[in-house]
């Protein structure tokens, strides 16, 4: 058998490269249990308050592979018409460390009495870190690679969604603003928009037992089009599982639990097929959220 080690290694050092000159967005694989991770306009979109904490861990065993924390929360302000939200997210592969903090706000209009289409903005800085010292290079006089670079930029980002009593759409650029920085006299680009469309149906089979297919796709200029697909059992209204592909070159497992209409917890197992498979590089991401009514008009959550 090949040893792919190398290759990969080799892949991944390339990438750290690209993240100099167009850093990649966060990547989420439950993104249809929390679209608000990719979407300002859900941030009013629940009937109470909910903060979330999730850690991604891909390719878990290779050196410098990505590593993503985010916080984030968000609740209605006023009742049926607005809503805010904040968000932390760390995101670190290889050399380059993105941190960023936002606020968000939400306007919703109610186009009937069960269907909202909602918009949302986001404002706020990220900080771009690199460090070369944690690099070997082929050439080690590469400018692109030499020193260690922070740079703070202004982050800006629009979403929309049209939600319904089962269905929900959306379409959103969480960070519109290109960022660059100049080194050994070039340009570099840190950041290039990312674009996203998602959706999802809820489709009821018995009392007790819901069919919850999703999907997202994600178009970035100079890569081809990304494509996530979900489909999910939710059980009871408090439990959920189910399968996902990205591209049909990843395949997961993701489940969740709603504990006592108040905590949840969800779990996410992928693993990549072709060539990489072989080296086994699992990824994995924790989800743990918490539900209150913290306003008058906010109510209890009433399931997944």
């Known amino acids: 058998m090949i040893n792919t080690r190398p290759i990969v290694l080799l892949f991944l050092t ?7 000159n167009a850093q990649r967005d966060p990547l989420y694989a439950q993104y249809a249990n929390n679209p608000f991770v990719l979407n300002p306009a859900y941030a009013g979109l629940s009937n109470n308050l909910n903060v979330a904490l999730s850690y991604r861990n ?10 993503t924390i985010n916080v984030n929360g968000r609740m209605p302000l006023i009742y049926d018409k607005m809503g805010a939200g904040v968000m932390v997210v760390s995101d670190r592969m290889g050399a380059s460390t993105v941190t960023e903090a936002l ?16 918009f949302g903005l986001q404002a706020g800085v990220a900080n771009f870190h690199i460090d070369n010292s944690k690099v070997s290079p082929y050439d080690n006089t590469d400018p692109l690679f030499q020193g260690t670079y922070n740079e703070a930029k202004p982050g800006l980002g629009f979403g929309a969604v049209l939600k319904g009593d089962r269905f929900l759409v959306g379409v959103s650029v969480p960070r519109m603003l290109k960022s660059g920085f100049s080194a050994q006299g ?16 809820d489709f009821s089979l018995t ?6 297919p999703s999907t ?12 996530d697909l979900n489909a999910s059992l939710l059980i009871k209204n408090n439990y959920q599982v189910g399968l996902l592909t990205r591209n049909f070159s990843t395949f997961g497992l ?23 498979a072989d080296v086994n590089f699992s990824t994995h991401e924790i989800m743990m959220g918490l539900r209150l009514s913290v306003l008058k008009f906010h109510e209890r959550s009433v399931g997944l």
């Open 207 to 212: 009392e007790h037992l819901r069919f919850k």
């Open 103 to 118: 606020a968000i706000y939400s306007y919703q209009i109610h186009m009937t009495s069960t269907t909202v289409l909602s």
């Open 186 to 201: 070039a340009q570099y680009s840190l950041y290039t928009q990312h674009y996203y469309l998602s959706g999802s149906y």
């Open 216 to 227: 997202l796709l994600k178009w970035v200029k100079g890569a081809p089009l990304s494509m």
């Open 14 to 20: 390339s990438l750290i490269a690209v993240t100099v």
């Open 58 to 67: 891909q390719w878990n065993g290779l050196e410098g592979s990505p590593k």
């Open 254 to 276: 993701l489940t969740q639990a709603l504990i006592k209409d108040m905590f949840v917890v969800g779990y996410v197992f992928e693993l990549p097929t072709g060539p990489a």
